[in-house]
């Protein structure tokens, strides 16, 4: 193993479980990105401070070991923001109340996987190509 990635090749794809909760792929160089467990902890993850916290590190530490067997060197470690909706799903449509203005947000920690389908379902929207799927995320489902 180099001080950065490991030696050999184990996942050739994205992985995500408990329901995308949690995520990981490896590199090319073999470097493992890996995220999520922040619903161990909720309450320490609601807040506005872009920081890692100790329970979550913890808890990918530990994920880690038990997807490679072994502690790799960690080269970066990051924190962001998320936007929690009630239930879960983005809102992504037009705001009620609001002409001419919406919105693609609120992805409970899910926006790399539903980004890029969202933001191509509101520009196509906006553009008078509206689908089916956007009912699902519609902002004023929870008013």
Do not use: K
């Not at 609601?46 to 808890?59: C, R």
């Not at 992504?92 to 109340?97: E, F, L, S, T």
């Not at 002409?99 to 980004?115: C, D, F, I, M, R």
């Amino acid at each position: 193993m180099s001080r950065r990635s490991l030696c050999r090749s184990i996942f050739d794809c994205p992985h995500y479980a408990r329901n995308g909760l949690d995520y990981w792929q490896q590199l090319e160089d073999g470097r493992i990105v890996l995220g999520g467990f922040r619903d161990l902890s909720i309450l320490s993850e609601l807040t506005d401070v872009e920081e890692t916290t100790p329970v979550i590190q913890e808890a990918l530490d530990a994920f880690l070991v038990q997807l490679v067997g072994v502690m790799p060197p960690v080269a970066y470690r990051w924190a962001g923001i998320f936007g929690l909706t009630q239930d879960f799903l983005p809102l992504v449509g037009r705001v009620p109340g609001r002409e001419g203005v919406w919105v693609a947000a609120g992805y409970s920690g899910h926006g790399n996987v539903l980004g890029l389908m969202c933001g191509e379902l509101v520009a196509g929207a906006i553009l008078g190509r509206p689908a089916p799927v956007l009912e699902l995320f519609d902002p004023a489902r929870l008013l």
